[in-house]
């Protein structure tokens, strides 16, 4: 009999790969932080034993969501200036709370916040894209939650940087501080095309390259975007970052609402991913991502919600309902994205695109212990036909009880077990009240 950390005996386990698999009556078996083992209830009672054993007979146990894109600290911004079109939202109303506001304070209180209503909602991994990296990635690492954080770089002043170039120096020398090791990566971050210039893309092209870093940005994200840049350069976006060398299989266009063939093209030839922000893109009316278009052509698309600003939730799950949804409009097919493709968008597709699919984003032997518990037995979600589909359609953010990352448990029967909720939410309402 062999000794481990923690057996979770499950309903049912949804590994994500092999592709719609769903195993009944299964165990987990999770060691020094790892999936030590995927088996048979009946096989783990005779091979296993732990101090740590969890009964979830009305579970559905799968990996952990990975939210592609989001600027977490933002979350101290939700309901700030809502129904407003993309440029003058950003303009007007963002962009200067964000001068007025951003500092060390404001960004762990909002990253600690957005941390939590995560966990909840079942997300073990996030993409960071915003300022002051150091402060999120200590309010993180406290957190313990995996991240991969990009500082955005762009060509104004903001709170954190004079420029594009001084927002690089400051990049390059948290990239240096940042420890190789545990569960926070790193990514370059620039904004938008619009935003930043020729000569600072090839900077971050170059530096991406050379230590093997993704890079994160909004792309396509609305139509004002594209026909801005067919004026400046004579060129779309995605034409100019192809040219500057930009697209591979480490770029993720984010949003990517606005498109032609030779977008698709383009994105064939490099390898380069889409993260879809189905909600955002809706709430802004920035546009619809043709998502059923790109996965038949094999290109990878993960899932974000978009900051907390623009969506207004960090909520996975309400995502995975729209991106299917949506794309079944958009397909004009009931058969385009199907819940089994939602769910994969949500969780290895994501981690593909971080870069971390050998570690994250299935449940398969030697991979991270990253994984949330989904409590079926509820009237949504009954009868139960289909587990994947029932959490894609009818499930909801308050069934997740459990998750783990690393194989250290965050959330426990819904509670969570690293963070004093209390002083949360009085953090909560002092920015509230500054803000007003």
Same mark, same amino acid.
């Given at each position: 009999?062999? $000794?481990?950390?923690?057996?979770?005996?499950?309903?049912?386990?949804?590994?994500i790969?092999?592709?719609?698999?769903i195993?009944?009556? !299964?165990?987990? *078996?999770?060691?020094?932080g790892?999936?030590? /083992?995927?088996? @048979?209830?009946?096989?783990? $009672?005779?091979?296993?034993?732990?101090?740590?054993?969890?009964?979830?007979?009305?579970?559905?146990?799968? @990996?952990? &969501?990975?939210?592609?894109?989001?600027?977490?600290?933002?979350?101290?911004?939700?309901?700030?200036? /809502? /129904?407003?079109?993309?440029?003058?939202?950003?303009?007007?109303?963002?962009?200067?709370?964000? #001068?007025?506001?951003?500092?060390?304070?404001?960004?762990?209180?909002?990253?600690?916040?957005? *941390?939590?209503?995560?966990?909840?909602?079942?997300?073990?991994?996030?993409?960071?894209?915003? &300022?002051?990296?150091?402060?999120?990635? $200590?309010?993180?690492?406290?957190?313990?939650?995996?991240?991969?954080?990009?500082?955005t770089? =762009?060509?104004f002043?903001?709170?954190?940087?004079?420029?594009?170039? /001084?927002?690089f120096t400051?990049?390059?020398? &948290?990239?240096?501080?940042?420890?190789?090791?545990?569960?926070?990566?790193?990514?370059?971050? @620039?904004?938008?095309?619009?935003?930043?210039?020729?000569?600072?893309?090839?900077?971050?092209?170059?530096?991406?390259?050379?230590?093997?870093?993704?890079?994160?940005?909004?792309?396509?994200?609305?139509?004002?975007?594209?026909d801005?840049?067919?004026?400046?350069?004579?060129k779309?976006?995605?034409?100019?970052?192809?040219d500057?060398?930009?697209?591979?299989? #480490?770029?993720?266009?984010?949003?990517?609402?606005? =498109?032609?063939?030779?977008?698709?093209?383009?994105?064939?030839?490099?390898?380069?991913?889409?993260?879809?922000?189905?909600e955002?893109?809706l709430?802004?009316?920035?546009?619809?991502?043709?998502?059923?278009?790109?996965?038949?052509?094999?290109?990878?698309?993960?899932?974000?919600?978009?900051g907390?600003?623009?969506?207004?939730?960090?909520?996975?799950?309400?995502?995975?309902?729209?991106?299917?949804?949506?794309? $079944?409009? =958009?397909?004009?097919? +009931? +058969?385009?994205?199907?819940?089994?493709?939602?769910?994969r968008?949500?969780?290895?597709?994501?981690?593909?695109?971080?870069?971390?699919?050998?570690?994250i984003?299935?449940?398969?032997?030697?991979?991270?212990?990253d994984?949330?518990?989904?409590?079926?037995?509820?009237?949504?979600? #009954? @009868?139960? !036909?289909?587990?994947?589909?029932? *959490?894609?359609?009818?499930?909801?953010?308050?069934?997740?009880?459990d998750?783990?990352?690393?194989?250290?448990?965050?959330?426990?029967?819904?509670?969570l077990?690293?963070?004093?909720?209390q002083?949360l939410?009085a953090?909560?309402?002092?920015w509230?009240?500054?803000l007003?």
């Amino acid at each position: 009999m062999n $000794k481990v950390d923690t057996i979770l005996y499950c309903r049912w386990v949804i590994p994500i790969e092999p592709h719609a698999k769903i195993y009944d009556n !299964y165990a987990v *078996i999770i060691h020094e932080g790892k999936i030590l /083992d995927v088996l @048979p209830e009946a096989k783990a $009672k005779e091979q296993y034993s732990s101090d740590d054993i969890q009964h979830l007979t009305d579970h559905a146990v799968l @990996p952990g &969501f990975v939210n592609a894109h989001t600027h977490s600290p933002m979350v101290l911004f939700k309901g700030l200036a /809502d /129904d407003l079109p993309l440029m003058e939202w950003l303009n007007d109303h963002i962009w200067p709370a964000e #001068r007025k506001w951003l500092n060390d304070e404001f960004i762990a209180d909002g990253t600690e916040l957005a *941390i939590a209503e995560m966990i909840q909602n079942g997300t073990t991994c996030f993409n960071e894209h915003f &300022f002051f990296p150091e402060v999120m990635a $200590k309010t993180i690492e406290r957190n313990k939650l995996r991240a991969c954080i990009g500082a955005t770089i =762009i060509n104004f002043p903001t709170s954190w940087s004079q420029d594009e170039n /001084d927002g690089f120096t400051k990049f390059q020398a &948290f990239y240096q501080s940042l420890p190789r090791t545990g569960l926070l990566t790193a990514s370059l971050a @620039p904004h938008a095309p619009y935003s930043v210039t020729d000569e600072m893309l090839v900077k971050i092209n170059h530096f991406a390259g050379e230590h093997n870093l993704t890079i994160h940005m909004h792309v396509h994200e609305t139509a004002h975007e594209v026909d801005e840049s067919l004026e400046k350069f004579g060129k779309r976006p995605l034409r100019r970052l192809y040219d500057l060398g930009l697209l591979s299989e #480490r770029f993720q266009c984010v949003h990517m609402t606005q =498109i032609d063939q030779d977008d698709v093209e383009l994105l064939l030839e490099t390898g380069a991913q889409v993260t879809h922000c189905p909600e955002s893109n809706l709430k802004l009316a920035s546009g619809y991502s043709p998502v059923d278009l790109f996965l038949k052509k094999g290109i990878n698309v993960a899932l974000g919600t978009d900051g907390a600003a623009s969506n207004n939730n960090l909520d996975m799950i309400g995502e995975l309902r729209s991106a299917a949804l949506i794309g $079944k409009t =958009i397909a004009k097919s +009931a +058969a385009a994205v199907t819940a089994a493709q939602a769910l994969r968008m949500a969780t290895l597709n994501g981690a593909k695109a971080l870069g971390l699919a050998n570690e994250i984003g299935s449940i398969e032997k030697g991979k991270a212990a990253d994984l949330i518990a989904i409590n079926l037995n509820h009237y949504n979600t #009954r @009868p139960i !036909y289909n587990p994947i589909s029932q *959490i894609v359609y009818s499930a909801n953010n308050t069934q997740i009880t459990d998750v783990w990352v690393a194989g250290v448990q965050l959330l426990k029967n819904q509670q969570l077990l690293l963070i004093d909720e209390q002083q949360l939410q009085a953090k909560a309402r002092k920015w509230q009240q500054r803000l007003q």
